[in-house]
């Protein structure tokens, strides 16, 4: 296996109400993978947190991947969402949520799996390949998640969005990519508390993210996208539910 620096920053925010609290956001590393997963606001104060549920989540992952290295990733998160649902008793519809960010290589290949707003974003010398699962993103833009009861609406449903929650189902809509492991010189995971600095604050692109994290290491990439919104404390000029999302952010460098 080709040498392989990763470097991982993470960063909690707020609750909904301000207040500060554990992060929700989750990264393991294994030995030709990395999993990140980002535990979404339960929709009822009755749930479980997305936290707990990303969590366990998380290992039933990484567990798989252990015990399969070569396996589909969509074959392997279906079989952990399922587990999950099955051991904790989840109901399609009525469960916590998380997105989920895969990526795993060997010696040849690279391949990387998204679901909902956690994208990866791939280096090479023929450019950025950014994968990313859009449809929150344009249901937000098209007035369509105002609300809670939109969100529940319009999660894991056709011509809505696709999340791991207690569906298996939904891993088939998740988004992918492989490249020739020869190709890529960095791959980067990111929790939308980071890509929000690119996608909505754009106080940084994809390339300016990757020099900054180079020069000062993956920290320094969360820090950048937190002064921001030190800068806009009352969120008038990024309006947003929260004041600071959680952060999670995994640099893949490949030589």
């Known amino acids: 296996m080709p040498d392989i620096d ?9 609750g909904a109400d301000g207040r500060p609290r554990p992060t929700e956001d989750h990264v393991v590393v294994l030995d030709n993978a990395v999993v990140l997963l980002d535990g979404a606001t339960s929709p009822s104060p009755d749930l479980p947190s997305g ?26 998160l279906s079989s952990a969402i399922a587990d999950v649902a ?39 010398r023929a450019g950025v390949h950014v994968v990313s699962d859009n449809r929150i993103a344009e249901l937000r833009g098209g007035g369509k998640l105002r609300t809670g009861a939109d969100v529940r609406a319009q999660r894991n449903a056709r011509g809505g969005f696709w999340v791991a929650e207690a569906d298996p189902g939904a891993a088939e809509h998740a988004v992918r990519a492989s490249w020739p492991r020869a190709e890529l010189e960095t791959v980067l995971l990111a929790t939308d508390g980071v890509a929000i600095g690119v996608d909505e604050y754009r106080i940084l692109d994809w390339p300016q993210v990757l020099k900054l994290a180079r020069a000062h290491g993956a920290r320094a990439v969360l820090d950048a996208v937190r002064d921001a919104e030190l800068d806009d404390p009352h969120a008038t000029r990024w309006p947003r539910p929260k004041r600071h999302d959680d952060q999670a952010l995994a640099l893949i460098h490949f030589h």
Do not use: C, K
Not at 51 to 76: I, N, Q
């Open 6 to 14: 990763i470097d991982i920053a993470e960063q909690a925010g707020v």
């Open 51 to 76: 936290g707990w549920y990303a969590g366990l989540l998380t290992e039933r992952l990484a567990a798989g991947l252990r015990s399969a290295p070569d396996a589909d990733l969509a074959r392997l």
């Open 86 to 124: 099955a051991e904790h008793d989840l109901r399609i519809g009525n469960s916590p949520s998380s997105t989920v960010a895969m990526l795993r290589w060997t010696d040849e290949r690279v391949d990387a799996l998204v679901l909902a707003d956690s994208p990866i974003v791939a280096f090479s």
